[in-house]
């Protein structure tokens, strides 16, 4: 079964709470040679049959309006896998 | 529940002018998830007016005067706070009333204002507390607008205090939005004394251009009556907010 993969990233200039409390934890573990971390979001769309232009610009759409909020997020990827 | 409507302005406290305020309907939604309706729709019932429950999967209004979008955790918070509600049927409603020439008044609190940002109905975002942690206290809150329908009955300035409660609570918009809002006079509430969220320019509520639709994170609903609210200040600071549209909608109706 195709899956349609998008990938949401926080916006590069909103800091990332969330990966600031990694990037934290990191060097406890000693996983030391990573100065930053951002955190971000993959979804998986499976699709029932072939995907077409068609659905893969629903797939796009869908990452615009629900799957990503554009004032904190970025659509970085949108990409079948598994077709 | 009070006998005696909380409000002055704009009818006198006579029989006719309490039938008149109680027949002021405000609508409180209801989401899977939400936890605050039930003090949203007793703060309306405090300050005079008729609470009326909406439920997110109405397709219809009704004939409410005003609507609050309360706290809580509409869907989890999965995907983002406030994200999946927005798409719920009643919300489109909601967001069309608001646009209309009616304008209808719409408070939305803590999750509500959450909504309200995924909306559109109201600019930037809120992302988790810079410190992480969910926090829960009395804030001080400092009324920089009260011309808005929800705080016309508050003094300019005014500084009250209501309970903050919330995880994802950082208000973030760009340079440019912010900019805006300062110099449109929409930044409704600062936080005073300590930012508890990290939120931009100590920004806690804002409001459209028209003024109609005003959100905030902290909770004006827990604060309506006295011995039930913070211990700062009379404890029902946050009563203000929903004499405010009943003032309004009176005043509009009369």
């Known amino acids: 079964m195709p899956r349609i993969v998008v990938d949401v990233m926080p916006k590069p200039e909103i800091l990332d709470p969330q990966g600031k409390a990694i990037v934290g934890a990191l060097p406890r573990l000693g996983f030391t040679a990573f100065s930053a971390v951002r955190q971000g979001k993959r979804f998986e769309l499976t699709v029932d049959g072939e995907v077409t232009e068609e659905i893969l610009a629903q797939a796009r759409n869908a990452a615009e309006t629900l799957l990503s909020n554009p004032v904190i997020e970025d659509v970085v990827n949108v990409e079948v896998v598994g077709a | ?254």
């Open chain 2, 1 to 254: 529940m009070t006998e005696l409507p909380l409000i002055g302005e704009a009818v006198t406290a006579d029989a006719a002018g309490a039938r008149r305020l109680a027949g002021a309907k405000i609508g409180v939604i209801t989401f899977p998830g939400t936890l605050d309706d039930r003090d949203a729709a007793r703060a309306v019932r405090l300050a005079g007016a008729t609470p009326v429950e909406l439920w997110h999967a109405d397709t219809t209004l009704g004939d409410v005067d005003a609507v609050v979008i309360p706290g809580g955790f509409s869907y989890g918070d999965y995907l983002r706070a406030g994200a999946i509600a927005r798409f719920a049927p009643l919300m489109s409603k909601i967001i069309d009333a608001a646009n209309s020439d009616a304008r209808l008044p719409v408070l939305g609190i803590c999750n509500g204002f959450q909504i309200l940002t995924e909306s559109h109905l109201l600019p930037g975002s809120m992302i988790k507390n810079d410190h992480l942690k969910f926090m829960c206290r009395d804030q001080i809150l400092r009324v920089e607008n009260n011309t808005t329908a929800w705080t016309r009955d508050y003094a300019g300035g005014q500084e009250i205090t209501v309970p903050l409660k919330n995880q994802d609570g950082q208000y973030i918009a760009d340079e440019k939005t912010l900019d805006a809002l300062e110099a449109e006079g929409r930044v409704v509430f600062r936080y005073v004394g300590f930012n508890p969220n990290g939120s931009r320019r100590d920004i806690a509520g804002i409001s459209n251009p028209a003024g109609n639709v005003v959100g905030l994170m902290p909770h004006p609903e827990h604060a309506v009556e006295a011995g039930f609210g913070p211990e700062i200040g009379s404890g029902t600071e946050g009563l203000g907010f929903f004499t405010s549209v009943l003032n309004k909608i009176v005043g509009d109706n009369k």
